[in-house]
Each structure stands twice: as structure tokens, then as C-alpha cells.
């Protein structure tokens, strides 16, 4: 075991530094943010001929990821790497298409989840790998992984950071029971200790692009981004018309049971009302769909569906229930149109 | 709550037994700990719920407990910030974890020679399981039980197994763990470690289904589907601890044993029977818990000190649970003689008596006549 007081921990994190290197491969890093402050890169300077490259470059990783559903591979030098990360975030802002952004965030979680992998499994300085854990997993989330003292391929983590993150996973392998646990730590390859953040890592992401701010775009880029979103758009749009013209047999009963006035379960309306919100109706749309309910109360539901529409309360907006907890709540009246779909969102996509 | 409806006068004797216990042994309550951010709740005799309520100190409880005389009282294993907010304005911030081990869920084979049946229309009591009464022809039956010594040591096992797995496995020191008899026929385990108090509802079902051996796959000890059935490739993390481990003692493997699991799984038929047999072992292992009880993170629990109304015994700390008799040292009613009306066959034993009483007229102390009236089984004359 590791141990480390917390002040010799400290004077030992600062002893060591990240190379420039894993400033390529991980550009979200603070380090990275800094390393553009330290060389007063101002905005303007995006129209300078020399840059057009990696705004060229910017402009391709975002369409690969975006028409291809897959990552960028491509691994330059750290120079180019950060300020292509820049890059892509002003003009995934610029797009303004919210799944143009969740794709590109999962996607670049992906590329650097790729990457740690495979220094954490070829590093052989024991110093360094440490440093990659404390920077990624516990600097940016608070998330403190060790080495195994014994077998040094094995990372152990906390049963409740675990549990926190291995809950959103639905395969079996990710249930505590399928994994080494011992007073209090679930013991982990790699493969899964990386995998454990890739939503934090994607919404890392997501939130640095939301969260930004410019008056106006350089020209540049501008140009870039107007290609991009007139692609984009039409690939966003038919989906959204498609789903609302068709409902998926669980979404037409409950329809059909709110329609002649009577009582639908809790579960019943949450289904109801997610599915709704996910194709687009609005709150008051979806609100209205419970006017005949017995029990209906104007204001309450209008309460009710704003939460669930992340408007409220925890500013998390609900996904709709999957088929299987549809099923064991006996809302689930599939149909040979369901045809192996495990979410009713996902009802005549594959058409 | 009461088992069947009580007499006006057998209610105002467990009334009354309740408003001196809590006079006389108000120091039991125990206060929980960041009172001011939980919600509470208390049952009143012959009425409903009343929720959403806060004290700020034990001093504010216990003049609620000596007004009102609640037959139940509750406290949120949860923490708000707006505790007595409606349900969804609360603002939850955490709740402890809890662990129910009940008799009911232990399947015990005594159970039914001390269980009874009781008519809740016209108070008919059977001792043998019946779906409809056999006096009015209603299918309104409570079932009551009365706890046997071997109900106790089973209980008592069950918890140790708990404890053994949350502290072996799940690294929870033991001054963490606090044992309480839940007043009637189970234990409670309140964990305090804050670093479970964040964990939401799935992550605690996940750890239930850890704690009963559900949803193992046998891929974990290292058996896997390939193209000629089943092939053995250990797990890079080993076999050395938690699941693992208790899975290849049973099995009588280690990491070494490729040769001996591969005939093993032979054996029994192949990959899909093996899968069976070891998912029904490991369930077999694993403890019996209310998962209900531990994955809801609003739930309201039995205040700790305070009466069981199904019972009159009090929720109470064990801090042995070896030595802790729960009727004994949870029996803390008073002894002043009742007469009373028994209506069934019954034995029972409470702070070291025993009582075998038939169908008939007697007087019995304050404690036993309360335990009857709870359980539906006596009324007061």
C-alpha cells in the first residue's frame, strides 16, 4: 500500500511535471489552459495564415466525429494539439447544435480515455503514472486512484467512488458483485479504471464550450463553421420530425389511457412526459397532455413536467425510462415494430 | 400499527403504558445525529400520519412524545435542506445508509408454529395460514408472530453476516456500524460513514445486490462462453478477496485450478448449467436483507427509543449483539397487573417470565398485557 502524508504528497506532485507530450494527448488540463495564458495567445490571432492549418485540422476532427461517429485518431504535437482543442470548442459553440456538442464532448472523452489507457498500461515509471492518475482523476474530479502495491497493472479505487460512477453503466460486468472488492476497494484493470470517468470527462467537456463566451467569430473560423452547420443541421432535424410522427406502442397506450380520463401510474406519467420532452414538445405541450387525468392539477404538473424537463429542482433533465424498467413496471406493450429497440426514443430509428 | 382493532379500554391501557414509558425513560431517545435536516413523522392511535415535521433537539421530540402519545414515531434516514417542505422541494442532501434484516424475509421454518391469523372484521384468530376467515368469510387476515428463542439466534446470525461482509468487503470500521433491535421481529444496521450518506438510490441497490449474492456472473471467477462452450481465463484482478474468494471456497478452486474449475463446469453440464447452479449458490450465501428498506433514500425510520406499536417493545441499540436479549432488554414497559382477555394459545416470554396462557381470563403485567394488545392477540377486560 501507498501512503503518502498529505504535505509530502503535496511537495512530491509538485516536484514532477506533466511533459509536453500529455499536454497533446489530454489538452483539457489546467496545464494546457495555462500553457495559453503563458504565451499570450490572443484571439485575433486565430486569422493569421500561419494557424490555418489547425483551424483546417479543428474543422476535420469535428466532422469525422460528428458524420463518422468515431474519434479522431490523429496525434500531433502539443503545440498544434492545444490550440486545435481551442479550436474545436469555439467553433462546436459557433454551430450551436446541442447533440453537435454531446457528440463532440463523448467523442473527445473517448480519444483521451484511448490515450490513458495506453500510457497507464505502457508507462513504465511508477512516478509518472501517478501523476497522470492524480492529474486527470483527481485533480479535475476528485476522484483518487492508487496503484496496487502488489500487482502494479491493477488500480484500486473507493466502493463509493465506484459505486457513483459504475451506476450509469447497464452491462452486469459493472455490478459490485462481478468485481474484486476488499475493506473498501473495488480493484480495477486500466481499461476499467478509465472507463469510470468518461461522462466526467464528457461533460468536462461539454460545460468548457457552454461556458464560453465571444462577441464575434474570427473570420477564419467563420467560414469553417458555416460549412459545418449547414451539414449538420439536416442530420439533426429529420430525426426530430420523424419521432413525433410515430409513437412506440407504450407511449400510445398511456396516450390512450390519459385520453378517456383515467388514472395512469406515477411511472406511467414520468414515461409519458420524458418521452414527450426528449422528442421536442414543449412544457406546456406536454402539460397539457394530463388535463384529463383525475387526479389533474394544473400548477402540480406543470411543476412536475419542468423538473423532469431539468428546468427545476436538480437542472437534470430525466432520460426516458429504458424498455426493460418499462417492462418490469408493466408499461411495456411492445410489438414486433419494437424489434430489439431497449428505449422507446429509439422506436422506428432503424426504419 | 396495532395489529386489528383494539377495545376502546385495551387502547387506553397501551395508551397509558406508552405515556409513562415515555415520562419514565425519556433519556432512551436517542437524538440523530443533524436533527435540524431531517424530516419527521409520528402515527397517532386510531388516526394517520402526520410527516414533514422538524425538531431542532431531542427536548422539542420528547415534549411531542409525552402530548401526543404517537403510537410510531419516525425520523428520514435522509438530510434536506428544506425538511419540512413537501416531498419534491425538500432538497435532498444525503441520507444514511440502513439495512433491515426482518424474520419475515428469512423463511424460517418455526415461523408457522407461532404465527396466527387474525379476521381484521370480526377479530377471528387462527393458527393455521388461511387466505379467508373462516367465522365471516372476508379476506382481511393480518398475520401476527411471536418471535421464538430460535427466531432471535437467527436474527442475530443474519446480522452478524452483514456485519462481516460490510466491514470485511465494503472497509466500514466498526464503531460505523450501529446495531438496533427494530421493537418487533428484526434488526436495523445504521451505518454513519459519511461516505455513503451521497450515494443515491442505484448505487445502494447495487450494493444490496452485492450484499444478497444477486447478478453474479461466472465470468467473475473466470468461466467463459467460447465457440467450443465454455473456455477458463482468470480474472486479471484474481480471485483473492470479497466474492471471489468465498465463491472458489466453496467450489474448492484458486487461480492455479484451470484444469480443476474446466472439469467442474463439465460436470455439471456445461457453461449455462454451471451459470445456474453457481448463481443459486452465491444467492444461497448471500444475506437476507430488505432491499426495499436500504435503496430508498426518503424513507422514514423508526425513531431509536421509542415504542414499536406492534409490540410495545422499544427500538433499542445493541452495543453486544451476543448478550442483547430483544425480549429482555427491549421490554421496558411497566408491571402494574392488568386483567385481560387472552384469545388464542400462546407462550411467550418477556424480561425473563414465562407465559403460557390458553383462551381464557387472567391477569398479567403491564408489559405482557401490551405485547398481547399489539399483536392482536388479547384485549383488556
Known sequence: MYFYSSLGYLLWILSIKLGTGDLAKYPFLNEASNYIRDTHFDFEELNRPEIEHIIYRAAKKIDVEITKGIIYEELEKYEVEILTFLITLIMVKSIGLELVLKKHSLLEAIRAEKFLIEDLKREKNQQKRRLLLFKIFEDLFKFKVDIDSENHQLFKVKVTDYLERAV????????????????????????????????ELSTLIYNRVKSMTFSSLPKAIKSRVDELSIKFKPMYEVRRIYTTTDYPPCIKHALDVMAIGENLSHSGRVMLATYMLAIGKSVEEVSALFHKAPDYNEETTRYQVEHLAGSRGSRIKYSVPSCKKLLNENLCFATEKCNGIINPIQFGRNK | MINTNPTEKSLSIVKSAFREYYFKHSKNIEAPLRIEEREFGYMQFGSGMVRHIVFRNVGEILAVLVRDIPSDVYCSNAYYVFPSYPMQEKQWKGADLIFDIDSKDLCLSCEPTHSYFICINCGKISESKSEI???????RINRTSIPCNKCIHTLKKEVERLIDLLSGDLGIKEDAIQIYFSGNNGFHVHISDTEFHKLGSQARADIVGYLMGNSVMVESIGVRK????FFIKFPKSGLAYGWRKRIACELGISQSSILKLSKMVQQKGGYDEFRTELIKTVRDLGVRIDPHVTIDIHRVFRMAGTLNSKSGLTKKRCHDLKSFDPLNDACLLGDKEIDMEIKARVKLRLKGQIFNLKKQNTRLPMYAAVYLICKGLASAN
Open chain 1, 168 to 199: 450509469q453503466f447497464h452491462e452486469q460486468e459493472w455490478k459490485l458483485i462481478n468485481r474484486l472488492v476488499h475493506k473498501g476497494y473495488v480493484y480495477l484493470d486500466a481499461d476499467e479504471t478509465v472507463r469510470l470517468i468518461r461522462s
Open chain 2, 133 to 139: 376467515c373462516l367465522s365471516c368469510n372476508t379476506r
Open chain 2, 226 to 229: 467460447g465457440p467450443e462452450g
